[in-house]
């Protein structure tokens, strides 16, 4: 006789699915998970393997990753007591809501924004303010600060640029609500080497409630190899680390780390190829009289077809993964694609034709 346990289980994951990738991982032109079209050239891959042979397998890694600490410490200009890596800056965003919430605390999360956020939220059983964006899926800045403030949020929640809508707070704006609001600020960059606006690392050290969360998955090619940070004042550093998983980061991380911030240019080059091409696919697609296009600050962009559905369908159809945005608040029959190769963006740009 089987015997139902469910009772026994955290009650929150009645409101919580697991993570998917619609339409999976696999297509001649991937363009749904924000990734960088390239990968590290051969040579290097080779040096970092080279240099990984001589580790001793058989042991663990640091109890912390502070090679690869010292490393990013050093290209960011902060010191390595404000600076912690970790397998992915998902797993500094597990890190840090354990360390900022517990049951009954509350956090604002403008919404849309990245799911995990309110995912790890509800986990935790913290209480959420949603702050809706702009129509134009901008932030409202005003009103992050005004219901900050009347309901005594204690956490507040920035991704900028923000996935999925590609918007970007200010760094002035980021400074107005670190100041005006009584709550330790998170604003998480994974997409900041494609915005238009400044990074808040620069101001980690004005502001004791302020932390900031970099990737190296997207600008810097990294996905597979699972590599975050967290920026914050050596103060509350030393406080949002404590509920850290030990031995998380391998040294095979740390090593790509040092290779890849060591040949930073490629990255640059990367970069601008990636701008160049979001904006000749944004001109394009103002051209498409049958789509709404919403502007970028990211690696990807956001478009509003008349059925979403049908649209993905037909892209997937052709051989081209796209991301269904539908599901989000505000994001209706919006489609998401992150700047791929050229000739990837032009196959992409003539099926939307061709399905208008």
Request: hydrophobic share 40%.
């Amino acid at each position: 006789m089987n015997k139902d346990y469910s009772r026994l289980l955290n009650p929150s994951l009645e409101d919580i699915g697991a993570y998917i990738v619609e339409g999976g991982q696999q297509a001649d032109v991937k363009l749904n998970q924000n990734e960088s079209p390239f990968d590290l050239p051969q040579w290097m891959k080779e040096a970092i393997l080279d240099e990984f042979k001589k580790e001793a397998w058989n042991r663990y890694p640091d109890i912390l990753p502070f090679r690869g600490i010292k490393e990013y410490a050093a290209f960011t200009g902060v010191s390595s007591e404000s600076v912690m890596m970790s397998n992915g800056s998902n797993e500094m965003l597990y890190t840090i809501f354990l360390a900022c919430l517990c049951k009954g605390k509350k956090v604002l999360i403008p919404q849309p924004s990245f799911s995990l956020y309110e995912k790890i939220a509800r986990l935790i059983l913290a209480d959420i303010t949603a702050v809706p964006m702009h129509e134009d899926l901008g932030f409202d800045v005003e009103e992050i600060i005004r219901r900050a403030r009347d309901e005594q949020v204690g956490f507040i929640v920035l991704s900028t640029p923000n996935n999925p809508t590609s918007k970007s707070v200010t760094l002035d704006e980021i400074r107005r609500i670190a100041e005006e609001v009584e709550a330790i600020v998170l604003v998480d960059e994974a997409y900041i080497e494609f915005s238009r606006q400044e990074s808040a690392i620069g101001i980690v050290m004005e502001y004791p409630n302020l932390i900031v969360l970099r990737t190296m998955s997207k600008a810097l090619a990294l996905a597979g190899l699972r590599i975050g940070f967290t920026i914050a004042n050596p103060e509350l550093m030393a406080q949002i680390v404590k509920p850290k998983i030990p031995f998380t980061s391998s040294r095979l991380a740390e090593i790509t780390l040092k290779h890849v911030l060591g040949n930073y240019k490629l990255v640059e080059e990367a970069v601008g190829y990636i701008l160049g091409e979001r904006s000749r696919m944004m001109e394009t697609l103002l051209k498409f009289e049958t789509l709404t296009l919403f502007e970028s600050d990211a690696n990807f962009i956001i478009i509003r077809v008349s059925d979403s559905k049908k649209v993905f369908s037909r892209l997937a159809g052709e051989g081209i993964l796209v991301r269904n945005v539908s599901g989000y608040p505000m994001m209706e029959n919006c489609l998401r694609f992150n700047v791929g190769l050229r000739e990837e963006n032009d196959l992409l740009l003539d099926t939307l034709r061709a399905s208008s």
